[in-house]
């Protein structure tokens, strides 16, 4: 009798443990399907680990700070983080992913390459993507995706053009080109060179394709050797560009380095060590908002990623369509996001054009000076 009433006990235990169980899951599910899903997409291992966590990162910081504010009527943001290993293949198959998803909008890709194809899935299914670090002219450029693709940094005409005033500006006369094998490199070099060659007495005396990842530059070196330039501009991201520069100036040669946006993240300084001193690189303004800069430091333990910035704007922009069409639409969304007009970000106001890229781009110059960037203009 004893072990009968035991069992019995036992039974109506897991029943109720269960049925619990059950309820809780349920309430899970709810609060799941009640929330708005938004996605971020950028590498977060590998070359470009540095700049795409910085993109998660910001991204991250914009949802949380939203959430304790009670979230969007209410209802929590959910963001779905994805590594898309910086591989056009890789990336494509994310979009695919996140279309299933059935997120309201994408935060994302870094790479050109990847942000071109995704953007095609991200539009066929009505889902707009802001992309923090893709410069490709290209990207914006197309009739089918126009309506859902937007960035929050400029172009690569806009930067090539920056970057020529200024060796113009430095007076700078024999000029090298080194680029990646990505089409972020030959989209900007090619801008670059395009306003060089416009101008008066400056020559390119050097262009050559490096393959990202690459260990030995002694073969451009030596090369770069016999042309004696007043300037390499290099165009890629911070780990290739301070393995170059380490041995650059091992070569005994002290050419001034001007570096793209790609390299601006100081794991470049950490990795290049003192052989970064005096480095020029591009990159978005001075983030000034402190609040902001504490708020990062406090939950991530580091200063500032290269794309953290206008991450967190993209990422408010996005919010701040959902709030205003107040649906799951993304389409809705997308057409809010077109609307943006003066959004107060951290990097300026933010207005779109027609194509979805910024009315009023910036970038600034940097030189490092005792292993911090220090902004030139």
Same mark, same amino acid.
């Given at each position: ?83 898309? !290993? ?152 911070? !780990? ?41 690189v591009i990159s978005l303004p001075e983030v000034k908002d ?88």
């Open positions: 009798m004893m072990r009968n009433k035991k069992s019995i006990v036992c039974c109506l235990l897991s029943v109720v443990f269960l049925f619990g169980c059950s309820k809780i899951q349920k309430t899970s599910q709810l609060v799941e399907n009640d929330a708005y899903k938004i996605a971020v997409a950028a590498p977060q291992f590998g070359p470009y680990q540095a700049l795409g966590v910085s993109i998660v990162n910001g991204a991250q910081l914009a949802v949380d700070l939203k959430n304790q504010l009670g979230g969007i009527d209410g209802k929590k943001i959910k963001l779905i983080a994805v590594d898309d !290993g910086g591989l056009a293949g890789e990336g494509t198959w994310r979009a695919r992913s996140l279309v299933d998803e059935m997120v309201l909008g994408v935060i994302g890709h870094l790479n050109s390459d990847i942000s071109i194809p995704a953007s095609e899935i991200y539009s066929k299914a009505m889902i707009p993507e802001i992309s923090p670090g893709s410069t490709n002219p290209f990207f914006t450029e197309r009739k089918p995706v126009m309506g859902y693709v937007f960035r929050t940094i400029g172009r690569d005409d806009q930067q090539g053009e920056l970057s020529a005033r200024f060796a113009i500006s430095q007076h700078f006369k024999k000029i090298a080109v080194l680029h990646n094998n990505r089409d972020y490199g030959a989209s900007l070099a090619s801008e670059f060179v395009n306003q060089i060659n416009s101008a008066k007495d400056l020559e390119i005396v050097f262009y050559e394709v490096y393959k990202v990842g690459s260990n030995d530059f002694s073969k451009e070196i030596n090369n770069l050797k016999t042309k004696l330039p007043d300037l390499v501009f290099f165009v890629g991201e911070y !780990g290739d560009a301070a393995k170059f520069l380490k041995q650059l100036r091992g070569a005994g040669l002290k050419t001034a380095f001007l570096g793209s946006e790609g390299v601006f993240d100081q794991e470049f300084i950490n990795s290049a060590k003192g052989h970064s001193e005096r480095a020029l402190k609040k902001f800069l504490e708020d990062y430091k406090n939950k991530f333990g580091k200063e500032l990623g290269s794309y953290s910035a206008n991450s967190f704007d993209a990422t408010n922009i996005l919010i701040s369509a959902i709030e205003k069409v107040k649906e799951k639409n993304p389409d809705k969304i997308a057409k809010a996001i077109q609307e943006t007009k003066n959004f107060p970000g951290l990097t300026g106001n933010i207005s779109f054009d027609e194509k979805g890229d910024l009315v009023d781009p910036k970038f600034s110059i940097y030189v490092v000076k005792n292993g911090m960037f220090v902004t030139v203009q």
